[in-house]
């Protein structure tokens, strides 16, 4: 039973490894297989199909996520200082990712988005939920910000879309170039996107 | 000779339907040549690798888009009226590309990115051309604004960079929620990260 699960995870690591370097729709079951140390007999027993995999992956690598957002938002100190860690978190993420991999990875829901989005509803509804989440998660902390006077947004919800959009298009642009500094602009764009009233408000561009 | 440049166009044509529709990697020459009418003998003639033809792909697409782009970012309006019109050039064609192939195709070179990037370094380079020469487009006209004291930005390249990075998130989004109204937030978040002085001044949110 060990071993087992022990084959499992190793299956969705390695999927994970070659997704986030190759994308999905070129990965082989044999090949994912292989680069896991498994045989190719374990696969089925713990997947219904290479779809299935990928639901594993984006529930694990979101699991993961999920706790370094929350950890980054959550804490002491004043909202915005919060936000902005979790920008840090993100830029820190590409820099460990490109020094492992070589290249920037990008954002695996956003790359999965574009590849995938349009094949199969059931990823589709799954990246869907977890880009809610993320709005979520901004949303809150945005209204913290806000309850203090720190931002001058109406709708708190539609802001945090719009700061997780800009994140996503920095990452991808990050990705393009490989080159995880293209994220340095992100926290002077929130803060303008936010109309935020502190004493670091800069507009984008600064 | 007419017919054979009639090929050639025909095969670009269906590969990019096909590459909007199920992406690149999922692509094989004799889908392509079979859908552009065309026999699979005159795929090789016209094109080294499949390679090749993305990179045809990319650049065809980008003539059309450029034009379009220096159409709405040109003229003898306010610059960030042009501006504005960039944005409904940008959801109009996203509703057209809905109501053609059922779903919000998003921005092919954003797929390509996230899809083709760590693959081959040919498409890489010609995707960091064509997002320069966007952000250099979109410069232009900040510079204008900035000019006229309508922006606040202390770098229009920089800011530039952030309003197509916006532009691309929130065009993600409304491909995976295949929902071309996500790009209705663009125009206030564009004015609030160019800090705009305009009447119609918006942060995020409203």
Known sequence: MGRTSDAREKIVDAARALIELRGYTALGVAEICKAAGVPKGSFYYFFESKEALALAVIDEHWAG?????????????????????????????????????????????????????????????????????????????????????????????????????????????AKLYNDPRRLDALWANCLALLGARTPDEVPAGL
Chains 1, 2 share one sequence.
């Open 65 to 173: 996520q999920q706790r370094a957002w929350k950890e980054a938002l959550s804490g002491g100190s004043e909202p915005l200082t919060r936000l902005r860690r979790l920008f840090e978190v993100t830029q820190a993420a590409q820099r460990a990712g490109q020094r492992t991999c070589g290249t920037v990875s990008g954002c695996l829901f956003g790359n999965l988005t574009l590849e995938m989005s349009n094949h199969t509803e059931a990823v589709r509804v799954r990246l869907q939920e977890i880009f809610e989440a993320q709005v979520e998660l901004v949303d809150a902390v945005i209204a913290e910000a806000r309850a203090r006077g720190d931002v001058a947004v109406a709708d708190t919800r539609e802001a945090a879309r719009s700061v997780v959009a800009q994140l996503e298009g920095q990452v991808l642009f």
